[in-house]
Every structure is written in C-alpha cells, then in structure tokens.
C-alpha cells in the first residue's frame, strides 16, 4: 500500500508518496541528484500547497543534531533539522537565550524562518530576523554561504525552499532571562478601542484571543519579567491555567498565573512535552502595518457572524519591522491576525476570501505557510523587493528543481 503524505493537519495529501530522510549533508547531495523536482519539508505545519511537490520530499529531522556555541556566546550554528523547542532546551542550558518563540515548540526552526513566522512583541521582529548566517545546498550540489554582509542575504532568508535546501542557520542569541505568564479575561471592547497600543506593549510579549463571539477580548496572555497585580484595563486575571480554545485542556499550556520561569518555558504558549491538539484545523493570518491596527479590527468585527461560525479562535500579535525582502513585515510594524478555524475547507474558504477583501485597502499581507487566496499578482505588488526574489530564486536554480506549481504561480 503507498504511504499517505499529509500535512500536519491533514488539510493537504502532498503528490508524492517519496519521501527522503537524509541523515548527512552527503546523503542529502545525492537524493538531489537522483530527482528533478524535490520539495523540502519542514514540521509540515503550513496548511497550503507550499510544501507539495509531485516529485520527492525531503525531511531533514534525521540530519545529525549541532548545536554550535561561538567562542563570544552571540550566536549558535544549528543544523537545518531541528526544532525550536530542541535548540531552546539546548541553549537555556548553556544560559543562552533566543530573542523569541513562536507560540508552538515543536516546529523546525529551518521551515519558520523560511515563511518568516514569529512570535510576538512590539520591539521583536519574526524568527527569521535572528538569523546571521544560512548554509545552502543548491540544485547542483554545491553550497553556498551567507551572512549578513551579503548583498543577498535578506533575499535568502524567507525564501519559501524557492533557492535550495538550507542545511545549518546561524542565529543570534543572547543571555538567559526569565519571564512570567499572566492570562487576563474579559477585556472590554471599550479598552481595546482607548488602549490597544498600551496593553501590546505591557509586556515582553502580549496575544489577545477572542471567538468574536462578541466586541470585546475573551482572553489576554501577557508575558514579561516583572510582577503584575490587579485588573488589565478592566480585564481581570484567570483564577486558574486556561488554554486559549475553549474545550482544549490547559494542560498542554505553558505555566501561567505569574510564576516566574525561564524564557523557552514561557514565550510558548504550548509545552514540547504535549501534542498542542489533534491538527483537527485550518489556520489564516493576514499582517497589517500597526497604525491600522484598530482598523483591521473593525473590519474583522463587521464579519463577525461569518468569522465566528467557522472559527475556534483568533489571536491578535504585534511584530517588529525587518528588511527581509518576502517578510510581511518588510519595513513596517505589524499587527497580526491569526484565525484557527474548523477542519472544514469548504465551509472556512468563503470566510477566508470575505477577510482578504475587508483587510485589502488596509496593506495586509498573508502569512506564507497559512490558508488565503489571495491572487499572485496581488501578492506580488505587496512586496517591493519581490522582484528581486524572482531574480535570486532563477539565480539559485535555473532549472526550477526546487519549484511546484504554488511557486511558480506566485514568481510568475
């Protein structure tokens, strides 16, 4: 019986059944020269056509573990298997730390810097911002090399697998730092109106959920150094550990209640040791420059009947500006809306297509990895380096080895 290759959600049977697990650099090398179309997958936790491919997958997770220090403790080189809650653990015992996490551990820190996914904070950019350095193997076999003072180099970091498959990234660290968790309920529509700005920047870092079940914000996870006593611009603190989807046991979460702890224990919402859920979803996010933060709101709150019927909840970010060509937040401060929907495509796409109509006019850009629809061309035109994309993606593999028909649709 042929294997069955899904995504993490299972939204999307990938078209192949041939799927690598190199354990070396040379293995690698020679899988590359036995297929001429070849897609590389991460933890499989985007839940589009990015990854598919219908000629061979390659997973690096069987790639030998490296977790390599500097001499000057700013940066660790890291092999291009790993993932973040690994490399977190591995770094918190050196007394390092990443300057932050997504809300997941268990995804590959390789495949989150290539669709530059983040975590959250007003002062922190995506993951890919962290990183210094990038080791590629190309079509051909050859590696290439590059660090911050290439010219390229904020080309080759989000790059959607389009230049080749990165074996080991450099990033940058810094000491280790502890962080305390507060989850906050029931914050009225009126002091997310008067006093957005504020409560994103509370703490190191801040997520609103809410159902838009209502106008106001079901739940806010605050995380930072300091202590925090009191209400939270009328929301009031939990009186107990809460999962952000209703129904979903609080104990797969991080520690809450202010307890303090270090950081890969508590930027993460969810904890490694724990299957977040079953994948029973399907996932949207659309960024828009932060001073239309309130705006995109409004414009979600005005389909809110239609969001709620198909969602399980949405979580609002902050994330810094970068010049990193393909990041949503290429030269602009973002606001970020996240929807975790229904495991029902057919029921979630309508939805998806009216929330890229009413956050259009407002610059939002879609999350790489995530559900949207959004026309080629109009991504396209949503990057003013895309272009240059185009051009090192032909430089990197003339041939099109590392292409499928999602990226050749979106380089044109």
Same mark, same amino acid.
């Given at each position: 019986?042929?294997?069955? #290759?899904? @995504?993490?959600?299972? @939204?999307?049977?990938?078209?192949?059944?041939?799927?690598?697990?190199?354990?070396?650099?040379?293995?690698?090398?020679?899988?590359?020269?036995?297929?001429?179309?070849?897609?590389?997958?991460?933890?499989?936790?985007?839940?589009?056509?990015?990854? =598919?491919?219908?000629?061979?997958?390659?997973?690096?997770?069987? #790639?030998?573990?490296?977790?390599?220090?500097?001499?000057?403790?700013?940066?660790? &080189?890291?092999?291009?298997?790993?993932?973040?809650?690994?490399?977190?653990? &591995?770094?918190?015992?050196?007394?390092?730390?990443?300057? @932050?996490?997504?809300?997941?551990?268990?995804?590959?820190?390789?495949?989150? $810097?290539?669709?530059? %996914?983040?975590?959250?904070?007003?002062?922190?950019? @995506?993951?890919?911002?962290?990183?210094?350095?990038?080791?590629?193997?190309?079509?051909?076999?050859? %590696?290439?090399?590059?660090?911050?003072?290439?010219?390229?180099?904020?080309?080759? $970091?989000?790059?959607?697998?389009?230049?080749?498959?990165? /074996?080991?990234?450099?990033?940058? $660290?810094?000491?280790?730092?502890?962080?305390?968790?507060?989850?906050?309920?029931?914050?009225?529509?009126?002091?997310?109106?008067?006093?957005?700005?504020?409560?994103?920047?509370?703490?190191?870092?801040?997520?609103?959920?809410? &159902?838009?079940?209502?106008?106001?914000?079901?739940? $806010?996870?605050?995380?930072?150094?300091?202590?925090?006593?009191?209400?939270?611009?009328?929301?009031?603190?939990? =009186?107990?550990?809460?999962?952000?989807?209703?129904?979903?046991? +609080?104990?797969?979460?991080?520690?809450?209640?202010?307890?303090?702890?270090?950081?890969?224990?508590?930027?993460?919402?969810?904890?490694?040791?724990?299957?977040?859920?079953?994948?029973?979803?399907?996932?949207?996010?659309?960024?828009?420059?932060?001073?239309?933060?309130? +705006?995109?709101?409004?414009?979600?709150?005005?389909?809110?009947?239609?969001?709620?019927?198909?969602?399980?909840?949405?979580?609002?970010?902050?994330?810094?500006?970068?010049?990193?060509?393909?990041?949503?937040?290429?030269?602009?401060?973002?606001?970020?809306?996240?929807? /975790?929907?229904?495991?029902?495509?057919?029921?979630?796409?309508?939805?998806?297509? =009216?929330?890229?109509?009413?956050?259009?006019?407002?610059?939002?850009?879609?999350?790489?990895?995530?559900?949207?629809?959004?026309?080629?061309?109009?991504?396209? +035109?949503?990057?003013?380096?895309?272009?240059?994309? +185009?051009?090192?993606?032909? &430089?990197?593999?003339? =041939?099109?080895?590392?292409?499928?028909?999602?990226?050749?649709?979106?380089?044109?």
């Amino acid at each position: 019986m042929r294997e069955r #290759l899904t @995504n993490w959600a299972g @939204n999307i049977e990938f078209g192949t059944t041939r799927l690598h697990r190199p354990g070396s650099v040379a293995e690698l090398r020679e899988t590359l020269a036995g297929t001429s179309r070849v897609r590389v997958l991460g933890s499989g936790h985007s839940f589009n056509r990015l990854a =598919d491919t219908d000629g061979d997958l390659i997973s690096l997770a069987a #790639l030998p573990r490296a977790v390599e220090i500097s001499p000057d403790r700013t940066t660790v &080189r890291t092999d291009g298997g790993i993932r973040y809650g690994e490399l977190a653990a &591995r770094l918190a015992a050196e007394g390092l730390a990443l300057h @932050n996490m997504a809300s997941l551990p268990h995804i590959s820190v390789a495949g989150a $810097v290539a669709t530059a %996914t983040h975590g959250s904070g007003v002062r922190h950019g @995506n993951l890919a911002t962290a990183v210094s350095g990038l080791e590629i193997v190309r079509a051909d076999g050859s %590696t290439a090399e590059l660090t911050r003072a290439d010219p390229e180099f904020a080309g080759a $970091v989000v790059h959607l697998g389009a230049l080749g498959v990165v /074996t080991a990234l450099t990033l940058d $660290v810094s000491e280790a730092f502890d962080l305390r968790q507060y989850v906050y309920e029931n914050l009225p529509a009126g002091a997310l109106d008067e006093h957005l700005d504020e409560i994103l920047a509370a703490g190191y870092s801040v997520s609103l959920f809410t &159902r838009w079940t209502g106008p106001g914000i079901d739940q $806010v996870w605050l995380k930072r150094a300091e202590p925090l006593t009191g209400d939270l611009f009328g929301a009031t603190p939990a =009186d107990g550990p809460r999962h952000p989807v209703p129904g979903m046991p +609080a104990l797969n979460c991080t520690v809450q209640g202010g307890v303090p702890g270090p950081w890969h224990e508590r930027l993460p919402h969810f904890r490694m040791e724990f299957t977040p859920s079953s994948g029973e979803e399907l996932q949207s996010e659309w960024h828009v420059p932060r001073p239309a933060g309130r +705006a995109a709101i409004e414009a979600v709150a005005g389909l809110r009947e239609r969001v709620a019927a198909v969602l399980q909840v949405c979580e609002i970010r902050t994330i810094a500006a970068d010049g990193l060509w393909l990041s949503p937040h290429h030269e602009r401060d973002s606001l970020a809306l996240h929807f /975790t929907w229904i495991a029902d495509t057919a029921a979630v796409l309508p939805v998806v297509a =009216d929330l890229e109509a009413a956050l259009a006019p407002l610059g939002a850009r879609p999350h790489w990895g995530k559900v949207f629809t959004t026309d080629p061309s109009d991504l396209r +035109a949503a990057y003013p380096r895309f272009g240059d994309f +185009a051009a090192l993606a032909g &430089r990197f593999d003339p =041939d099109g080895k590392f292409r499928n028909p999602w990226l050749e649709s979106l380089l044109g």
